[in-house]
DNA sequence: TAAAAAAAGTGTAATTTAAACACTTGTAAT
DNA sequence: ATTACAAGTGTTTAAATTACACTTTTTTTA
């Protein structure tokens, strides 16, 4: 066995590119960024960076969400890896694309510096470079299909939300209008929540309790075989 | 936009793997392959091969498949991307894993030459080289999920089947016990199957009806908002 | 200060889907 | 003619999902 040993074979540019999707009030978005060098320099595009000889895939997608949001411990996923030959104008290079999910306003703060980033809704965002469109699709597919068998939801809200916001949230997910007599019925049903003592005040006169994501509860459960499905 | 937009990065050997599923009457099979090169040579391994400069990922795995079974138009799926630095000891190695079904009577005939690649069941497959294991639990993982919501099992079957031999094969996916009735009322009311005049006489002295995938009648109803769910 | 407005909160009945369950039929072998 | 063996076939019960409307709380306004 010699350094030699694969020295016939090819090798090839490898990027990683993250779907960031956040949730506001009404909707789903995922942030872009300009692009600042060519090829396609200037247009809007999902962030990545390209994966170095010494890390694997999941720290590089780390690195890029940590570069870019500032934020650590975010949920991410890898989605799909893209190898269209002539998918990057400028070299080969194929891309393993990864989607998160993170608190829009916990963000917020940190990059309203980052000047070439921007949040846009699903609905209207840009036309993306190369195959990033086809990427934004089929994360937006995983995280509808995740977002029924797993409790993911809550990594796009605050740590305590509203019965309604977790409503409004899962209605921007699957696109569709849900019961809100079924939806909390469900929601108690799978017994994953804490309700907590304190009210939010912002969206009504008489204010709605806050309730926050038990996830030892929920872990515990999933040892005991439960398994979250809405 | 020169030649070199990309040159500062690391390139690096892709390999795209294959765990092949086959269904033999009562279980589950995956194809493997004695290593005939350094590193781990002669120890049993899924069949890969690397990806060329100017070729896709679906086109290698395409030929890896092709190269191994003598088969085309075979049920293909991209599983996930393999990044471990050290995943392979030779050199650094990022592997994409694809997973294959396929009517392992129809292979029988073309591979009995090929000296070096046996079916295992999955109970009782041998020790794999590198991280192979953990990309056979994950693709088995896929499987059972994608066979509850897309008509995949098919593949695994001759083109005629008889229910009983299509419910061992979901019962093997499953790795539980199905009930007769239930499963045939089931398949009734998704009406995707043909029945056939023709008996199966092998495991019976009554014979058994076989039945056809009606991927026609399927496509039309999927046209029109069907979606298979077991 | 009574009425209106606005969102929060709450339960039941109807329908659909899934699960449990056992006997009869046809044919070859003895 | 009897036995043995797998094929074939419906109904009842339980569980999950869906549809659906009024009351509460508090602020604003007439």
Chains 1, 2 share one sequence.
């Not at 030959?85 to 290079?93: E, F, I, K, Y």
Request: glycine residues 4%; proline residues 2%; aromatic residues 12%.
């Amino acid at each position: 066995m010699t350094l030699s040993t694969y020295s016939k074979e090819d090798k090839i540019f490898l990027a990683v590119d993250c779907i960031i999707f956040g949730f506001d009030k009404e909707e789903l978005k995922i942030l872009l960024v300009k692009r600042n060098f060519e090829p396609e320099k200037g247009k809007w595009s999902l962030i990545g960076g390209f994966l170095k000889q010494d890390e694997n895939l999941d720290e590089a997608a780390t690195k890029v969400l940590q570069h870019l949001t500032g934020l650590n411990n975010v949920y991410m996923e890898q989605l799909y890896t893209f190898s269209k030959v002539d998918r990057d104008p400028a070299d080969r290079t194929l891309s393993v694309a990864y989607y998160a999910l993170i608190d829009i306003a916990q963000h917020d703060k940190n990059t309203l510096n980052e000047e070439s980033a921007k949040w846009f809704s699903l609905k209207d965002a840009p036309t993306l470079i190369f195959d990033h469109k086809r990427m934004v699709e089929r994360a937006l597919a995983r995280l509808r299909r995740r977002a029924l068998t797993k409790p993911i939801g809550f990594e796009l809200l605050p740590e305590k939300f509203t019965m309604r916001q977790l409503q409004k949230l899962y209605e921007a997910i699957l696109d569709k209008k849900l019961d809100k007599r079924n939806f909390i019925n469900k929601f108690n049903s799978l017994d994953i929540l804490i309700k907590l003592d304190e009210k939010d005040m912002s969206s009504s006169k008489k204010g709605a309790y806050l309730f926050q994501f038990d996830e030892e509860k929920y872990n515990s459960k999933v040892d005991d075989g439960f398994s979250f499905k809405l």
